[in-house]
């Protein structure tokens, strides 16, 4: 009966993924369009990496299928499919960071908009994709369908902060504050990883689905205020959409971002006030990895991030066998409810940290300062 109640709970919560998953595609589009118009001057690297990101959403889709196809069960049970979609996902990070990175190595007044930019990271979406397919082509020589692994390819850097600093434009900081419940998404992503599937913890799919779709809304809301406060007008967006749809004629190019040009002061500023606040805030994340390896090449900023990644993900998963079987047969007879409850706290903690962490570098004076 058991079983019947979580396959029962399962399917459910895969069809109401389902329908969040496909409606949160809409907002990120509108999120694109905000992002890469020329008034906002968005970095190319950052442009690409964002939109580089439909390959995930549109790769999940086969992947899915396969997985039902081939092995009767949900994706996220089927490792090695699994795991080449979320490669995807850690590709989209990594070429984002890799854009920020670029972007505050150089004058606000020189950034890299145009396709010189964007080719180059293409070069590294093409490496970095032959490694994660070559992962896969590794797991999927196992012969196992459904090993489990708990991915953590979701987990990415947030230095949209520092970029609004460099630039002299605020409304930067508020992309950050658009991005948290995506993060979220992604800390329940890993908490249903890290708990091996359990079915008592299937709502986390529904949950997951549901973020992505609030974090995505949020993100879309953010860019549209950076864009308005770039030069972006309503106007100017229905005279764009007139030109698409073929019933005016091309639209005006809108007014250049009036903010660039004074990044350097406005960034100067922004660190005078750090140094008087005391220096970075007390609450440390995933981002000040950015701080410290600032000075490494790309190549080898991606090596140490790769590292940590797989050595964090594949410690989760084998660690298990180290544990004393009398405490994993204590684990295994939990009641589901305690299950649930320890799987609430794993994402809630972490999400409560990232809020107060942001808040505490939003505060006057404090190392990170904007709104949303």
């Given at each position: 009966m058991t079983l019947l109640a979580d396959n029962a709970l399962s399917s459910t919560a895969d069809d109401l993924a389902g329908g969040l998953f496909g409606a949160s595609l809409f907002p990120w589009l509108a999120m694109l369009y905000w992002l890469k118009h020329p008034t906002v001057g968005a970095p190319a690297g950052v442009s690409f990496g964002l939109t580089f990101l439909l390959a995930f959403v549109f790769g999940t889709i086969p992947a899915a299928i396969g997985a039902g196809v081939l092995y009767g069960?949900?994706?996220?049970?089927?490792?090695?499919?699994?795991?080449?979609?979320?490669?995807?996902?850690?590709?989209?990070?990594?070429?984002?960071?890799?854009?920020?990175?670029?972007?505050?190595?150089?004058?606000?007044?020189?950034?890299?908009?145009?396709?010189?930019?964007?080719?180059?990271?293409?070069?590294?979406?093409?490496?970095?994709?032959?490694?994660?397919?070559?992962?896969?082509?590794?797991?999927?020589?196992?012969?196992?369908?459904?090993?489990?692994?708990?991915?953590?390819?979701?987990?990415?850097?947030?230095?949209?902060?520092?970029?609004?600093?460099?630039?002299?434009?605020?409304?930067?900081?508020?992309?950050?504050w658009g991005m948290l419940p995506l993060h979220t998404s992604g800390i329940i992503a890993c908490t249903y990883h890290l708990f091996y599937n359990a079915p008592a913890i299937s709502w986390c799919v529904a949950l997951q689905a549901g973020m992505t779709f609030v974090g995505n809304t949020t993100l879309a809301l953010a860019c549209l205020r950076l864009a308005l406060a770039s030069g972006?007008?309503?106007?100017?967006?229905?005279?764009?959409?007139?030109?698409?749809?073929?019933?005016?004629?091309?639209?005006?190019?809108?007014s250049p971002n009036p903010n660039l040009a004074k990044g350097s002061a406005s960034s100067a500023v922004a660190k005078a006030k750090t140094a008087e606040a005391g220096g970075a805030s007390a609450l440390v994340g995933?981002?000040?990895?950015?701080?410290?390896?600032?000075?490494?090449?790309?190549?080898?900023?991606?090596?140490?991030?790769?590292?940590?990644?797989?050595?964090?993900?594949?410690?989760?998963?084998?660690?298990?066998?180290?544990?004393?079987?009398?405490?994993?047969?204590?684990?295994?007879?939990?009641?589901?409810?305690?299950?649930?409850?320890?799987?609430?706290?794993?994402?809630?903690?972490?999400?409560?940290?990232?809020?107060?962490?942001?808040?505490?570098?939003?505060?006057?004076?404090?190392?990170f300062v904007g709104d949303f």
């Open positions: 069960v949900s994706l996220a049970d089927a490792d090695w499919l699994h795991g080449a979609a979320e490669s995807l996902l850690a590709i989209t990070n990594c070429i984002v960071v890799l854009g920020f990175r670029e972007a505050l190595s150089l004058p606000p007044s020189s950034q890299p908009v145009g396709e010189e930019s964007a080719a180059s990271l293409r070069t590294s979406a093409l490496v970095l994709g032959s490694f994660s397919a070559l992962s896969a082509l590794v797991v999927l020589g196992s012969g196992s369908a459904a090993v489990h692994s708990p991915w953590l390819g979701g987990v990415g850097n947030l230095p949209s902060g520092l970029y609004a600093e460099h630039v002299g434009q605020d409304r930067w900081k508020g992309v950050v972006w007008t309503w106007q100017l967006g229905l005279e764009e959409l007139g030109a698409v749809l073929g019933t005016i004629g091309r639209p005006s190019e809108g995933w981002e000040d990895l950015g701080d410290a390896w600032s000075r490494d090449s790309s190549l080898a900023f991606l090596g140490k991030l790769a590292a940590l990644s797989g050595g964090l993900a594949y410690g989760v998963k084998y660690a298990p066998a180290l544990v004393p079987a009398g405490v994993r047969e204590a684990w295994e007879i939990l009641p589901e409810g305690v299950i649930s409850a320890l799987a609430l706290a794993v994402i809630v903690l972490p999400t409560a940290l990232n809020v107060a962490k942001w808040q505490q570098r939003s505060a006057e004076d404090a190392e």
